[in-house]
Nanobody
Framework: QGQLVESGGGSVQAGGSLRLSCAAS????????MGWFRQAPGKEREGVAS???????NYADSVKGRFTISRDNAKNTLYLQMNSLQPEDTAMYYC??????????????????RGQGTQVTVSS
């Protein structure tokens, strides 16, 4: 059995920072592409960032320059460093994984595996 377990969410004021982590285990411990997406109440799902095993990254325009995605392949862990957080970043953040390429996943935003989510709340 495999799973993705997120941690690190919470509440911060605008301008603050948070670091999300996602531990992958079981048969999904070494997926080729990993990423984060978010969903706020009443809004569509939004892809935030993705990274493949070699380390190539992609970011949504809304988070470029503020968020940094990284992964530790030896620890099967994905990270998302979020700086300069704004109220519009408030959402449930989900860790996701797929054995396909990140470019393939990006065309549909349909991931093979996802975690339970961690809430990020940014107050003004």
């Amino acid at each position: 059995q495999g799973q993705l377990v997120e941690s690190g969410g919470g509440s911060v004021q605008a301008g603050g920072s948070l670091r999300l982590s996602c531990a992958a285990s079981g048969y999904i411990s070494s997926p080729y592409c990993m990423g984060w997406f978010r969903q706020a109440p009443g809004k569509e799902r939004e892809g935030v960032a993705s990274i493949n095993i070699p380390g190539s990254t992609n970011y949504a325009d809304s988070v470029k320059g503020r968020f940094t995605i990284s992964r530790d392949n030896a620890k099967n862990t994905l990270y998302l460093q979020m700086n300069s957080l704004q109220p519009e970043d408030t959402a449930m953040y989900y860790c996701a994984a797929d054995f396909r390429s990140c470019s393939t996943v990006a065309t549909t935003l349909e991931w093979a595996y996802r975690g339970q989510g961690t809430q990020v709340t940014v107050s003004s």
